[in-house]
């Protein structure tokens, strides 16, 4: 293929993808080069970063909204919630660095990290609730019933 057959090819497929598909896609790593990075992936998440670390999952169960965040290894008292309109925060610290001893391999990380997720539905006053067990932080709120759509009936013009 000559160059400006790629170059059109190019053009004709970023009006249908964002330029960050494009970094995505030619910075992937072939299968036998992710096998041999597994030895040194950190804890800055799945696909090495940081805004996908820690992991969760949320979902809706009736009218109660729940996340579960994946948190192993990090002590409670190290970890932060905070709400600001709609959006979860979730900070904390992982500590690995233990004093008076001499490390042959230190691939887990010690450091801050910072998650926000953007809820679906706002919550209802006063129903958070959280809880850490096994690694992993689940926190529940209710959302406020929804209100049913009003009715707008549509008059017909006044014709001249």
Known sequence: MDMDKIKQWIEISQSYQSEQFWKQV?????????????KSRTMDGPL?????????????????????????GIHREDIELSLKDDILAIRGRIRSIQEKIHYYVKERK????????????????????????????????KIPPQEEPVKIDIQPANEK
Do not use: C
């Open 26 to 38: 030619f910075s992937q790593k072939t299968a036998a080069e992710n096998t041999s990075a597994d």
């Open 48 to 72: 090495n970063t940081e805004s996908e670390w820690p992991i969760y999952d949320l979902f809706l169960f009736g009218e109660v909204m729940t996340i579960t965040i994946e948190l192993a």
């Open 110 to 141: 010690h450091q801050q990290f910072e998650r926000l997720i953007k809820l679906p539905y706002l919550p209802e006053r006063n129903t958070f609730q959280s809880a850490f067990q096994n690694g992993l932080l689940t926190i529940t709120y």
